[in-house]
């Protein structure tokens, strides 16, 4: 009889208040359920059940909107071994055939830990970031080299033969959709598929107020400030570009602490810096939204 596959274990105090992700609590939620609640049921449950772990699952949305970071934290979650990321161009090395090798050598140590222990194994969670890059060739007439042809069968084939492992989880993330290849996405491969899009104005206070907590709580962030207004003001911004906005503040706010006409000098004043509201208006000028212009603001 098939063996119970092996149980996350689920870290102590962990709470998703403070993961550090801003406006995804219902993403999260579905990712949980779909993809990992089944890894802390009580041992012996998912036989009962008559069911398989989710396998592998896809993230899909602009980029910079929290997906590595959301898959990270899942792993911290269950104790799993720190994910493996690797970039889908990373995967298409320059050296034409080593590809293969690499996926190989990706799975390598789940598999070992697998062939040494059994069900005890831990949870070996692996992200395919930029998948489309991969993709890409496959399939393609006009001049492709086949190179992601055959990346994506080693990968197909790779993901079949984790039936047999069960503590592996894949977690597959793209900005493009339409250009993942649907072999990719069926059952028993990528088969959990969540959309991370920019996020909402709740969603912009809640980034803005974690990227801000330490210089809060540190007391150098001018009382001036006031995140409700910088989130309606952030519109289309994605998680990552709030941040970059958080530090250019940071960097008009530093400019003031600096000796006019001697740039490296520090003026002994620099205890006194306070990033106020001036400087995250400056920002704006500075730090512009790439992605999620909408149709109504075209028109
Ligand atoms: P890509 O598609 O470019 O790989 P991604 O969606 O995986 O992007 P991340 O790498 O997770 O994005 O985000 C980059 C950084 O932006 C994070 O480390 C974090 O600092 C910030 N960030 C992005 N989204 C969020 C969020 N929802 N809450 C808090 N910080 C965020």
């Known amino acids: 009889?098939?063996?119970?596959?092996?149980?996350?274990?689920?870290?102590?105090?962990?709470?998703?208040?403070?993961?550090?992700?801003?406006?995804?609590?219902?993403?999260f939620s579905a990712i949980f359920r779909r993809a990992f609640a089944s890894r802390?049921?009580?041992?012996?449950?998912?036989?009962?059940?008559?069911?398989?772990?989710?396998?592998?699952?896809?993230?899909?949305?602009?980029?910079?909107?929290?997906?590595?970071?959301m898959a990270r934290q899942i792993g911290k979650m269950l104790n799993a071994r720190e994910p493996k990321v690797v970039n889908g161009p990373e995967i298409l090395n320059k050296f034409v055939g080593q590809?293969?090798?690499n996926i190989r050598k990706l799975?390598?140590?789940?598999?070992?830990?697998?062939?040494?222990?059994?069900?005890?194994?831990?949870?070996?969670?692996?992200?395919?970031?930029?998948?489309?890059?991969?993709?890409?060739?496959?399939?393609?007439?006009?001049?492709?080299t086949g190179v992601g042809d055959s990346v994506v069968n080693q990968l197909l084939s790779k993901m079949d033969g984790v039936d047999q492992l069960n503590n592996i989880l894949i977690i597959g993330m793209t900005n493009r959709l339409d250009m993942i290849d649907e072999a990719l996405l069926r059952p028993g491969r990528l088969e959990v598929h969540i959309e991370i899009s920019l996020p909402d104005e709740a969603g912009r206070v809640q980034i803005l107020t974690i990227h801000t907590s330490k210089m809060r709580n540190n007391g150098v962030m001018g009382g001036d400030v006031d995140l409700v207004?910088?989130?309606?003001?952030?519109?289309?911004?994605?998680?990552?570009?709030?941040?970059?906005?958080?530090?250019s503040a940071t960097?008009?706010?530093?400019?003031r602490h600096v000796k006019v006409g001697t740039l490296a000098a520090i003026s002994d004043d620099i205890d006194q810096i306070q990033v106020g509201r001036e400087d995250f208006l400056h920002a704006l000028e500075e730090v512009q939204p790439a992605f999620g212009v909408n149709e109504e603001e075209l028109q």
Do not use: W
């Not at 207004?229 to 530090?247: H, Q």
């Not at 960097?251 to 400019?255: I, M, Q």
């Open 1 to 27: 009889a098939k063996k119970a596959p092996p149980n996350a274990i689920l870290a102590p105090n962990f709470k998703f208040e403070d993961m550090g992700i801003g406006g995804l609590d219902t993403e």
């Open 40 to 69: 802390i049921f009580p041992p012996g449950l998912v036989e009962k059940l008559g069911i398989q772990h989710v396998k592998g699952i896809l993230l899909f949305g602009p980029p910079g909107t929290g997906k590595t970071l």
């Open 99 to 101: 590809s293969e090798e």
């Open 107 to 144: 799975f390598g140590d789940a598999e070992k830990e697998y062939k040494e222990k059994g069900d005890e194994s831990g949870l070996h969670i692996i992200i395919f970031d930029e998948l489309d890059a991969i993709c890409k060739q496959r399939g393609s007439t006009g001049g492709g």
């Open 229 to 247: 207004e910088l989130a309606g003001l952030t519109k289309n911004f994605s998680g990552a570009e709030i941040g970059g906005l958080v530090k």
């Open 251 to 255: 960097s008009f706010a530093f400019n």
